[in-house]
């Protein structure tokens, strides 16, 4: 199994291949095309772009699902579950593709929701316990909500624009942003964007899923799935920005979540749950440029993606090779990992320089882009400044936790110091680690071939911005002087700050993950409620209910559409018709009120009887002969069978209330039989059936009891299945009574 | 007379239901026969009731001689004669097995798939709250 999964890594690599072969022809203007029709009559089609944009993030996904490939094999080793992980990891991976070289809207609505479902089945990977699988069922509840909100503002957009596919769109920006469903297209896009990739409120789910093992968190919820939300917004920079709705909203909400997951992974002890706060406040940051409109804050927002990819996902390898070769996570119980583990601490050292932004590391790169964008802007500069230089400061803080703590400080405090780990476990952090000081020490090279191509594909007006290592003595590097000095000073001062964090959040008290919590709740108490009411196992609870619904909706349904009221005539009966009727009152009476049940058999009989005499005096002998006899051995059997039961008194209902309950439905029902019996009766009758069987009941099939031909031939076939009821009815009760027996 | 049984039918139908939902097995098979003779009474009197003479043809004639009774909602009520006696002979025996099985005609301690989550309840307090609540979705 290990050898196949480890093969399985062939996957990304070759796909990782091809990218890297497209990268000259994207990097030189050029876009491929393919469109396959899938549901023609509805527009959509699976339709396929790779731009610039498209290459960067099949570049992400594939290179970093190699590495992670490789290390998860030895991370779940001896696991009773790799075969179902490593299906799930490429499957994953092979939605993220598709979901990032989709140019149908619909086509990517279904990417988007299969990487939704596949984070979903790999957070709760550990199913056996608990807390994964409430941290799976809150990611998938959060970003499956936003994932709707994405197909309503899918669907308007389609509406608004004509077309599905992302390409016919972009010409038509001007037009769609003059439209009046624009504001809702806006504000479900975002809302699917910002609940994907963790923005503040919805930045809680994030967090959790730290539940993963540690190469899905590495893979999915750092470097591809969460960016999706990000890769959504540039996608649809062209068609839906520039307006300031758009501008405020992302600038804003970015800004907010850059600061404050900064802020929250500085007062956090789990390695994981460290870098998944500053995955946040990256998103943030890319969020927050990407409500920019100028080519700066765009390569900006483009150059970070990289930049965080890589240095994040080996992050997350570190912490993944700490946890498995110690035994834990928590920050105060490392110590002195450099000396026992080198490799690994080597990969640690330079991702964690790249995330500080030290110079000749790429993240210095992407830190300098990030100023020189945020002061080209015309909209809130000096924000977009501020929240990037503090963001980026706590950033570097938390890289000086993540560093100094576990590696530099003292000699093991831990009982096992821990070995390094093998060889294809280091690899990876350790490869892309160099990455990061390559990519730092070229810019311009990955300036040109990477990034300014996939801004060059949501940004037509593309003036030429490249990225370089030193700039000059310019504004940005003083910016960046002043971020390196505050990550200092928070460094130093780490514990007050989170002091202050955590007093300033329990003063505001407003927290996505309670509001989450309260809904969930919520719908769980509405289910008990609904449980108590409907479903509290008393018959006739069930009864009254259904009884009740009948009254209600056909009495609505009739007084809703009545015109007048129906005529009654006076009766007009002879004597010996009031006596009958009488005598069928007493009888019925007699049933319900008699606490013998001789007599209420005596007394059914006489009902049975007494309509047996109206079908006799109303022109139907046939009924009223078998009512006869049905009536006759319907009483027999009763009598069989009831005399051995326990009497009526004793069991049934015991209160007034309950009593005075029951005769309200009840007498409900017959008012509403009664009204629909006369409605009935003063409305024309249509003889036109009768007449045709009067008609041909001789001439067609030769009998002259016209009764009797419709039943054995006109509709012999109803009477056929009226035979095999009465024949399964009596085999059934035939069962019942031998299984009894053969028990006994 | 059709207006006459409107009544009836009425009458019948509301002391069936009353009969139904009463807890007790015994009560709820007579309320079902006479749930079954309502609707019977219903399907006759719909096809009204005016013409008396039996729905045949006369020997020697192909068509019935003047006006009969409408036959058409004789068939159906004689369908349902049959298919009614067959539904209460199954459910007379499938009583009588619950009876056996269970000791008990009173449906409210008939609890095994369902088991009371509360514990029985003796007093009348909590059962006269629930018909309040009950009483009030009707009222709506």
Redesign the interface.
């Known amino acids: 199994m290990e050898r196949v999964a480890r093969a399985s890594s062939l996957l990304p690599l070759s796909i990782f291949l091809g990218a890297v072969f497209l990268v000259p022809h994207t990097a030189a203007g050029e876009a491929y095309r393919w469109v396959y029709p899938w549901i023609p009559g509805l527009g959509v089609n699976l339709s396929f772009l790779l731009d610039g944009l498209s290459v960067l993030f099949a570049l992400i996904i594939s290179g970093v699902g190699f590495f992670v490939t490789l290390y998860a094999v030895d991370y779940l080793h001896g696991h009773r579950h790799t075969g179902r992980f490593f299906l799930f990891l490429h499957l994953f991976m092979l939605s993220m593709l598709g979901l990032v070289s989709a140019d149908n809207v619909l086509a990517l609505f279904v990417f988007w929701e299969l990487t939704t479902i596949f984070s979903y089945l790999l957070i709760g990977f550990e199913h056996e316990s608990a807390e994964s699988r409430k941290s799976a069922r809150q990611a998938l509840l959060v970003t499956g909500a936003g994932g709707l909100a994405l197909l309503v503002g899918f669907l308007l957009l389609g509406i608004a624009a004509g077309t599905y596919e992302i390409s016919r769109m972009v010409p038509m920006a001007a037009s769609l942003q003059e439209h009046p469903f624009y504001g809702a297209i806006l504000a479900m896009l975002l809302l699917g964007a910002f609940t994907k990739s963790a923005q503040f409120p919805f930045h809680f789910w994030l967090p959790n899923a730290m539940a993963a093992p540690t190469p899905v968190s590495a893979f999915l919820h750092s470097a591809t799935m969460v960016k999706a939300g990000i890769y959504l917004l540039a996608r649809f920079h062209p068609v839906l920005s520039g307006s300031a709705a758009w501008t405020a909203t992302l600038i804003l909400v970015g800004a907010a979540t850059a600061v404050m997951g900064a802020f929250t992974a500085l007062g956090q002890s789990d390695l994981k749950k460290i870098l998944a706060y500053t995955t946040v406040s990256a998103l943030g940051i890319m969020t927050m440029f990407l409500g920019g409109q100028l080519a700066p804050s765009l390569m900006a927002a483009m150059t970070f993606l990289l930049v965080h990819a890589i240095y994040k996902s080996a992050l997350f390898l570190v912490a993944g090779i700490i946890d498995y070769q110690t035994g834990t996570r928590q920050l105060e119980k490392l110590s002195g990992l450099a000396r026992s583990m080198p490799v690994t601490a080597l990969g640690a050292f330079a991702a964690c320089f790249s995330m500080a932004g030290f110079p000749l590391f790429f993240g210095f790169v992407g830190k300098e882009i990030m100023y020189k964008g945020a002061l080209a802007e015309t909209m809130m500069p000096n924000l977009t400044a501020s929240a990037a230089v503090l963001a980026n400061g706590l950033m570097t803080a938390v890289a000086g936790i993540f560093l100094i703590g576990p590696f530099l400080t003292g000699p093991a405090r831990h009982g096992e110091p821990g070995a390094e780990a093998c060889g294809s476990m280091c690899s990876g952090p350790l490869i892309l680690g160099g990455i990061g000081i390559f990519f730092g020490i070229v810019p311009e090279f990955v300036g040109s071939y990477l990034v300014s191509p996939a801004v060059a594909s949501f940004h037509a007006h593309m003036e030429r911005v490249k990225l370089e290592l030193f700039h000059g003595i310019n504004t940005p590097l003083v910016l960046s002087a002043v971020t390196l000095s505050l990550g200092a000073i928070l460094y130093l001062s780490r514990k007050r700050v989170n002091r202050a964090v955590c007093r300033s959040y329990q003063a505001i008290g407003l927290d996505g993950s309670r509001v989450y919590d309260r809904v969930i709740e919520g719908v769980a108490a509405v289910g008990r409620l609904q449980n108590r009411?409907l479903?509290?196992?008393?018959?006739?609870?069930y009864?009254?209910v259904v009884?009740?619904s009948f009254?209600?909706l056909t009495g609505y349904s009739y007084l809703s559409g009545v015109q007048a009221l129906p005529d009654?005539?006076a009766?007009g009966?002879a004597t010996r018709?009031w006596l009958l009727?009488l005598v069928?009152?007493a009888a019925?009476?007699a049933?319900?009120v008699t606490r013998s049940?001789l007599l209420?058999i005596c007394a059914?009989g006489v009902?049975?009887a007494g309509?047996a005499m109206?079908?006799l005096?109303?022109?139907?002998?046939?009924?009223a002969l078998?009512?006869l006899l049905?009536e006759t051995?319907?009483v027999i059997?009763?009598s069989v069978?009831?005399l051995?039961?326990?009497g009526?008194g004793?069991?049934?209902?015991?209160?007034r209330?309950?009593k005075s309950?029951?005769?309200?439905?009840?007498?409900?029902?017959?008012?509403?039989?009664?009204?629909l019996?006369?409605a009935?009766?003063s409305s024309p009758?249509d003889?036109s059936?009768?007449a045709f069987?009067?008609?041909s009941?001789?001439?067609a099939a030769h009998g002259?009891?016209?009764?009797n031909v419709?039943?054995v031939d006109f509709?012999s076939l109803?009477?056929l299945g009226?035979i095999i009821?009465?024949a399964?009815?009596?085999l059934?009760?035939f069962a019942?009574?031998h299984r009894?027996r053969g028990r006994s | 007379?059709?207006?006459?049984?409107?009544?009836?039918?009425?009458?019948?139908?509301?002391?069936?239901?009353?009969?139904?939902?009463?807890?007790?097995?015994?009560?709820f098979?007579?309320g079902l026969?006479?749930a079954t003779?309502?609707v019977?009474?219903?399907i006759?009197?719909?096809?009204?009731?005016s013409?008396?003479?039996?729905?045949?043809?006369?020997?020697g004639?192909?068509?019935?001689a003047g006006p009969?009774?409408?036959?058409?909602p004789?068939?159906l009520?004689?369908?349902a004669?049959?298919?009614?006696?067959?539904?209460?002979?199954?459910v007379?025996?499938?009583?009588?097995?619950t009876?056996?099985s269970l000791g008990?005609?009173?449906?409210?301690?008939?609890?095994v798939?369902?088991?009371?989550e509360d514990g029985p309840e003796d007093g009348?307090g909590p059962?006269?709250d629930?018909?309040?609540?009950?009483?009030g979705?009707?009222a709506?």
């Open positions: 009411l479903q509290n196992g008393s018959l006739h609870r009864f009254a009884v009740a009254v209600l009654i005539g009766p009966l018709q009727l069928l009152l019925v009476g049933v319900v049940v209420a059914l009902v049975g309509i109206i079908f005096a109303h022109g139907a002998p046939d009924l078998t009512q049905v051995l319907t059997i009763v069978i009831l051995r039961l326990p009526l004793g069991a049934g209902r015991k209160s209330a309950r309950f029951d005769a309200a439905l009840a007498l409900s029902v017959g008012a509403l039989m009664t009204t019996a006369l009935m009766l009758l003889r059936v009768t069987y009067e008609q009941s001789y001439l002259r009891n016209i009764v419709i039943l509709r109803d009477t009226e009821v009465v399964t009815a009596g059934a009760g019942l009574i009894r | 007379m059709e207006t006459a049984l409107a009544f009836i039918i009425g009458i019948i139908a509301a002391a069936s239901i009353y009969l139904m939902l009463s807890g007790n097995l015994i009560r098979i007579f026969v006479l003779n309502a019977n009474l219903l006759f009197v719909s096809g009204r009731l013409r008396t003479r039996p729905p045949q043809i006369p020997e004639s192909a068509v019935p009969v009774a409408n036959a058409l004789q068939a009520i004689l369908t004669l049959v298919i009614g006696f067959a539904l209460l002979s199954f007379f025996i499938l009583f009588y097995r009876y056996q008990t005609v009173d449906t409210e301690s008939m609890r798939a369902e088991p009371r009348e059962e006269a629930r018909e309040e609540k009950a009483r979705e009707e709506e």
